[in-house]
């Protein structure tokens, strides 16, 4: 009989650079791989597992709704997606607006990408959508179009037209890109595979100054910064409190379906902008099934009802002031917002352990074997993307891990 290795060379694509790690079995921030070994797992699925694995409100929510009605058409309409979106409304974004339900983050930018063509199209003809060095959409289309970002480019050419990219967090670059043909300018508030990069609170109010004065759409991807990660419900918010920041689009995913694919976009009620995608103008076979819903809503739930964002504003800190504290020759900076926090690496110390690896690569493979996964994010930062309601133990346990291997390594 052929090894699951064995049958994963013959029969997976290999778009992956995977670590040679097979876990099989989590429970809160653990996961075990299939020779029994245990890990920390302060990668959550890439920001996906805001509550850990195998939550017990999201189990329950998942097989009670499985053994209800997994999935009926678009063409009937959903209980399930009518409660998701009053909490995504009334509950995360607290501003009167619009959901559509998919089923990845690519997609919902997707459905963001949509509705600025639309409005463009609808106010004199323009397209141009404005995105930014080191942003991460997706990759479909449009939505590795709007990446700017080389790497993520390479070989598929042509691209779709009309996607401008101008340097993050420098406003006066962002106004000489705006033309007559702009429309929309999208961002993360806080990007994340770039390596923790946070918008400045200037640029960002820049940003929607612009898009007032020259009627551009301000569309916001919050796929991995969204739900509690970086401290609030609205992602935004952990960097310009309260409600001056007013988006005209959102998009979400990872966090929100607990590691069951959702992802859904918001439409400001603003000007009628959230009928811009009339009838028939946009659509998913899947998008917005009750098991996928029921899932989302109980993910939500917990995040909002056990106050997680707080958790993750008190732990994310308490975290970062201790990494600070080591002073560690292996750490040029610590960046941290909530539970979403990023260590940028001494790329020249690391470089002379890593045998021509990436230092991120090589520091996570590093941390693996200690019995730790982290995320890397771009050549020299590594993530750590914990569950939302990780106790003060679980972050004393990665902090002793993670310095234990950069001490190896100094
Ligand atoms: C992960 C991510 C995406 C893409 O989400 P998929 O579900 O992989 O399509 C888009 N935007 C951001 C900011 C992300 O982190």
Request: aromatic share 8%; net charge neutral.
């Amino acid at each position: 009989m052929r090894t699951s290795d064995q049958l994963m060379q013959e029969y997976l694509l290999p778009n992956y650079g995977r670590y040679n790690v097979w876990p099989v079995r989590g429970e809160g921030p653990y996961v075990w791989d299939r020779d029994g070994k245990k890990y920390l797992d302060f990668a959550g699925g890439v920001a996906v597992c805001p509550l850990g694995h195998c939550p017990p409100p999201v189990v329950k929510a998942l097989t009670e709704q499985a053994n209800t009605l997994i999935h009926v058409s678009n063409w009937y309409c959903i209980d399930k997606q009518a409660e998701l979106a009053r909490i995504l409304v009334e509950e995360c974004v607290g501003i009167p607006g619009k959901c559509f339900f998919c089923n990845s983050g690519a997609e919902a930018n997707e459905g963001l990408l949509k509705l600025a063509r639309k409005y463009g199209q609808q106010t004199g003809g323009r397209y141009e959508i404005i995105t930014f060095t080191g942003s991460f959409h997706g990759r479909t289309f449009g939505a590795m179009t709007a990446t700017a970002q080389e790497k993520i480019h390479g070989g598929f050419g042509p691209l779709p037209p009309g996607f401008v990219y101008a340097p993050f967090n420098d406003i006066a670059a962002l106004e000489a890109a705006i033309t007559d043909k702009t429309v929309a300018i999208l961002m993360e508030p806080v990007q994340g595979e770039s390596g923790v990069n946070a918008v400045t609170a200037e640029f960002l109010r820049a940003a929607q100054r612009l898009c007032r004065e020259k009627d551009l759409l301000l569309l916001l991807d919050e796929v991995q910064c969204g739900f509690g990660r970086a401290g609030e419900m609205a992602g935004w918010r952990s960097i310009v409190p309260g409600d001056e920041i007013q988006p005209d689009g959102i998009s979400w995913a990872k966090a929100i379906g607990s590691g069951f694919p959702l992802g859904s976009f918001w439409v400001n009620d603003r000007r009628d902008l959230s009928k811009t995608l009339g009838p028939g103008t946009h659509g998913t076979t899947y998008g917005g099934s009750p098991l996928a819903c029921a899932v989302g809503i109980a993910t939500l739930r917990t995040i909002l009802d056990e106050k997680l964002c707080d958790n993750a504003k008190a732990r994310g800190a308490a975290i970062a002031t201790a990494a600070c504290a080591w002073n560690h020759v292996l750490i040029k900076e610590v960046r941290q917002l909530g539970l979403f926090i990023g260590f940028e690496l001494n790329t020249e110390a690391i470089s002379a352990k890593s045998g021509g690896k990436l230092p991120s690569i090589f520091l996570a493979q590093q941390l693996l074997d200690a019995g730790m996964m982290v995320t890397p994010a771009g050549p020299n930062v590594v993530r750590w993307l914990s569950p939302l309601n990780i106790t003060e133990a679980h972050a004393k346990e990665g902090l002793s891990i993670f310095k234990s291997v950069l001490d190896q390594l100094a």
